[in-house]
């Protein structure tokens, strides 16, 4: 598993201006980093066909707390590859379903051709990493993915390896919580 400095800033909250400026921001004389409206997007509950190159995803549910990350997987489609991360919820340590997915942002940076994607509200994680792993490799479409460690109780991290030219669609799905990522080629970029 490979990490980057960059990577383990923002993990760690020193980040954030490197992710809005890197993901969503126009430079602005006398401040570090100004963010822009048009590249955060809130997700939605159903397929949008908005694609972003560059910016900010934002979704779920700020009260849904001690989620659970079941699983992490992947499928390809016809003009796109799907990325699903299956969640649920918990209630004195025992499963519950959740109508919606905790809190989430989904930052996609072309430059540095990735998907950094956090999950909020306390997540634990309950499923095989090597599995997810070896799965992701078998991938036309995606390159790499990071699973970084937990670093603090409140949020977890991880990062999707984008391939040159392609653009990311983030919304969210219920009964059961998942949060979907559907990648695709821009015209003339290849699988």
């Known amino acids: 598993m490979k990490l980057n400095l960059r990577a383990w800033g923002w ?16 430079p602005v004389p006398g401040s570090q980093v100004a963010l822009n409206p048009d ?3 809130p997700t939605d509950g159903r397929k949008t066909q908005h694609y972003l190159k560059d910016g ?3 979704g779920g549910d700020h009260q849904v707390q001690e989620a659970v990350v079941r699983d992490i997987r992947r499928a390809p489609n016809a003009g796109f590859e799907r990325v699903v991360i299956d969640l649920e919820g918990t209630r004195d340590g025992l499963p519950m379903g959740v109508p919606r997915p905790p809190y989430y942002q989904v930052a996609v940076t072309s430059d540095e ?11 634990k994680l309950s499923f095989d990493a090597q599995k997810v792993l070896a799965h992701f490799k078998k991938s036309a479409w995606i390159p790499s993915i990071e699973l970084l460690p937990r670093l603090n109780d409140d949020s977890w991290t991880f990062v999707i390896g984008l391939k040159p030219r392609q653009s990311v669609e983030v919304f969210e799905l219920s009964k059961p919580a998942r949060i979907i990522l559907d990648i695709r080629n821009e015209p003339g970029a290849s699988s």
Do not use: C, D, E, Y
């Open 11 to 26: 993990v760690l909250g020193l980040g954030w201006g490197w992710m809005a400026s890197a993901a969503a921001a126009a």
């Open 39 to 41: 590249k955060v997007v």
């Open 56 to 58: 900010i995803f934002v």
């Open 113 to 123: 051709q990735r998907v950094v994607l956090t999950v909020f509200g306390k997540p």
